[in-house]
């Protein structure tokens, strides 16, 4: 079921009435209807979906509490072993349902074995498989390392796992964040919901308007890149890179929002990325939920930035291959990886890797000439790596970029006449963007209001919530699915 669908439309209000006005006088009967919601919310894709969830969500459930057992009984090898095994089970499920024909086939071409269609077994990825596989192992390695406590309530570690608003793409949530919230007594906050709901409108805002827009330019030039211009090709760069932050971190909007008007808060997931002065920067700003997970079970294990720094780059090359990885069964995520890492490579050497960590521009309406440069400069490295990650292959990424550094960027741009329309609605809703989120650039989200404005500029804020509402509906585009539902 899609945000941005009639469904959703007529899912979300029944769901919130029955959750608040009905279901309400028991918390058991609350994350029980929670769970019955996301089951229907996931399974709507597909019904056999939701066994292999409830599989993933019942092993972790009892891996936890075995790993607990086994460690009071002085068993720490077993309740090591329990944590282990765990974490196999979930990634050899994630590998045979995500990569195991990606193995296969790139095998075959390796040393030339010309028919393997044999031994494809061509299944359908689950929705959001990488996502709610994450999550479930953050319980089981936090379990084991004694930083949360196992639940014995299976109904809120079932909803834990499942809950609807992210669990097909994101934020990626920790077991000591959100499953503590099903566990208590929830009342509904109106001051939360309606800054849910302004949440909400941003996220769609960015989604039907910036990302879908977007998509259109970006799927036109990138399917068609050997006939057009080296400008036509950066109009395409800069089109998927729009598209893909507002698609992905419109969806992550949507989801937070939406979780409030529930009485849950999750994890932030993106700070204004490209507002970022060096790629460091814009890694702790982008997909913060991966990026803090990659850190904290895989980076901060190998080491961290601790010992030299050949074994820093070294663990930094890992959590970026993984990530390319974790991204889909094709070699351009890879080098989509290895691509960011390297350009952490000068950063490490230098020791600046942490040069910007405080706010752009703090206390100016503009940033400084220096700023905007850096902020330029991130952009168009991002951009080019948005190039390798949205190729089909690293020969097109490859052709791409040299096409557009090459005679072809002086020739005429000329994209036809029905990219006219997207291209303008893309244009305006990538300016009201980026002068809206750069105005917000110290505040959780687009639309936040804090302080005295939350009065002083009431009619003003309600004129804005109209005119997005009324932006949505003249320059919405034809109706894309979100670009993370495939990892």
């Known amino acids: 079921m899609l945000f941005n669908s009639f469904e959703f439309a007529l899912f979300l209000p029944v769901v919130f009435l029955l959750y608040w006005f009905v279901f309400n006088r028991s918390l058991r009967a609350q994350n029980l209807f929670v769970v019955g919601a996301s089951y229907l919310f996931y399974g709507w894709w597909n019904w056999r979906f939701l066994l292999l969830i409830a599989f993933t969500s019942l092993c ?81 390695i936090d379990v084991y390392r004694e930083k949360l406590a196992p639940t014995r309530n299976i109904v809120a570690f079932f909803a834990f796992i499942s809950f609807f608003p992210q669990l097909v793409a994101g934020p990626i949530e920790r077991a000591t964040n959100l499953l503590p919230q099903f566990l208590r007594p929830r009342t509904f906050d109106t001051a939360q919901a309606v800054d849910g709901l302004r949440q909400a409108l941003w996220g769609f805002f960015k989604k039907i308007v910036v990302a879908d827009n977007c998509a259109i330019l970006a799927n036109g030039i990138f399917d068609n890149y050997e006939n057009l211009s080296g400008g036509a090709l950066v109009i395409g760069a800069v089109a998927f890179s729009f598209q893909i932050y507002g698609d992905f971190s419109g969806y992550s909007d949507i989801a937070i929002g939406i979780s409030r008007l529930f009485g849950f808060s999750l994890m932030r997931n993106f700070n204004y990325p490209y507002f970022s002065r060096d790629i460091a920067e814009f890694w702790r700003r982008w997909h913060i939920s991966l990026t803090t997970w990659f850190r904290d079970y895989i980076y901060i294990p190998l080491g961290g930035s601790r010992g030299p720094k050949w074994m820093v780059f070294r663990n930094t090359l890992i959590i970026f291959l993984v990530s390319g990885f974790w991204h889909g069964a094709n070699w351009t995520f890879i080098a989509w990886g290895g691509y960011h890492a390297l350009l952490f490579l000068p950063l490490i050497l230098s020791g600046r890797n942490r040069r910007y960590t405080g706010e752009i521009a703090a206390g100016r309406a503009f940033p400084s000439a220096g700023d905007a440069l850096r902020m330029a400069g991130t ?54 963007l980026l002068a809206v ?17 939350h009065i002083r500029r009431r009619s003003v804020r309600y004129a804005v919530y109209y005119l997005l509402i009324l932006g949505i509906y003249i320059m919405h585009a034809q109706q894309q699915t979100f670009i993370y539902f495939q990892f």
């Open 60 to 140: 972790s459930y009892a891996s936890g509490l075995l790993i607990d057992r086994f460690r009071k009984r002085g068993g720490e090898r077993i309740s090591r072993a329990v944590s282990v095994g765990n974490i196999l089970l979930n990634l050899a499920i994630l590998g045979v349902f995500k990569y195991y024909d990606f193995f296969v086939a790139s095998f075959a071409e390796l040393f030339g074995i010309a028919d393997c269609d044999s031994l494809l077994l061509r299944i359908i990825l689950p929705v959001g498989i990488s996502f709610y596989t994450f999550q479930a192992l953050s319980y089981s």
């Open 379 to 432: 952009f168009c490295l991002a951009a080019v790596g948005w190039i390798i990650f949205r190729a089909e292959t690293i020969g097109d990424a490859w052709r791409y970029v040299r096409r557009i550094f090459s005679p072809a960027i002086l020739d005429r741009v000329a994209l036809g006449g029905s990219y006219e329309s997207p291209g303008i609605n893309a244009a305006v809703g990538v300016a009201i």
């Open 437 to 453: 989120e750069w105005s917000q650039r110290t505040r959780q989200h687009g639309l936040e209001l804090t302080g005295r404005a």
